[in-house]
């Protein structure tokens, strides 16, 4: 996704009334609704780097201190203590990771769909898209696999999620380039599938895709709607979506999942 493709950012096209049209004529425009703005700079992509790192960092320190990965203990899924009421566990995970490779696999897709994403739906729309991410992986995990795990590709999962969704709804947008993205979104997917169903993987499939669910509902209903609009004396890339429909899909996207995270609790 380019950057002259950003709404907010792409060149205006000048556009002048036909004096035969009165329709046509100048007149002061209605004041338009707030909606989601975007944002030039991933800076909510950049701070869930630097966090995530810091934490890799203080995992090991607290390791070599206490001879056991003390952050795991209080922040990892572990499905016994999710049921003992330790709700925070089905999204802190994300921040942890098991191995410095796990870390630069994570940390280097969340970079490229970071800025790829972010720009279009804007900080806050983008860090409630990570999280609710995050929280769907760790659910679907939580109730569909009794296994330890941590890592942040269930909110990663739920970003590729999101950006196949933008490009295919934003497909008039995009033109025949939309059609190679979503090719390569696919790759991207089947390969993490694959690796993941591959012998001796100890990959949390469940967690991912969770995460991808989790990321396409979301975008499905709150995910970026572009179209060109007059604005002024030109027509500019305008984002139609509606703070309070972002918002309604966020409450709707995390109560389905918390639902879905009660079933163990019910058939205990």
């Given amino acids: 996704m380019s950057e002259q493709n950003q709404p907010g950012a792409g060149p205006e096209i000048q556009y002048q009334p036909d004096p035969s049209r009165p329709e046509e004529s100048w007149s002061k425009p209605e004041k338009p609704k707030k909606r989601w703005q975007t944002a030039g700079f991933p800076i909510v992509t950049y701070a869930l780097l630097a966090l995530t790192v810091i934490f890799y960092i203080l995992q ?6 206490y001879g056991f990965d003390l952050l795991f203990g209080l922040l990892g899924k572990v ?5 003992a009421g330790e709700f925070w566990r089905l999204f802190t995970p994300a921040l942890l990771h098991s191995s410095l490779i796990h870390l630069m696999f994570n940390m280097y897709a969340l970079s490229i769909l970071g800025r790829q994403v972010e720009p279009f739906y804007g900080k806050w729309r983008f860090l409630l898209l990570y999280l609710i991410g995050a929280f769907g992986g760790n659910v679907l995990s939580f109730v569909l696999s009794s296994f330890n795990s941590l890592g942040a590709s269930t909110a990663i999962f739920g970003l590729l999620a999101a950006e196949a969704v933008f490009i295919w709804q934003n497909r008039q947008i995009f033109g025949k380039q939309s059609q190679g993205i979503l090719m390569n979104l696919a790759f991207v997917l089947v390969l993490n599938l694959f690796i993941g169903i591959s012998p001796g993987s100890n990959t949390d499939n469940w967690g991912h895709l969770g995460g991808l ?3 396409f509902f979301f975008a499905f209903m709150a995910g970026p709607l572009l179209e060109f609009r007059r604005q002024d004396a030109g027509v500019r890339l305008t984002d139609t979506r509606t703070k309070q429909q972002v918002a309604l899909a966020a409450v709707m996207v995390f109560v389905a999942f918390a639902v879905i995270a009660a079933i163990p609790f019910l058939t205990r």
Avoid at 60 to 65: A, C, H
């Fill in 79 to 83: 499905n016994t203590l999710i049921l």
């Fill in 213 to 215: 669910l989790a990321g």
């Fill in 60 to 65: 090991q320190i607290l390791k070599q201190y």
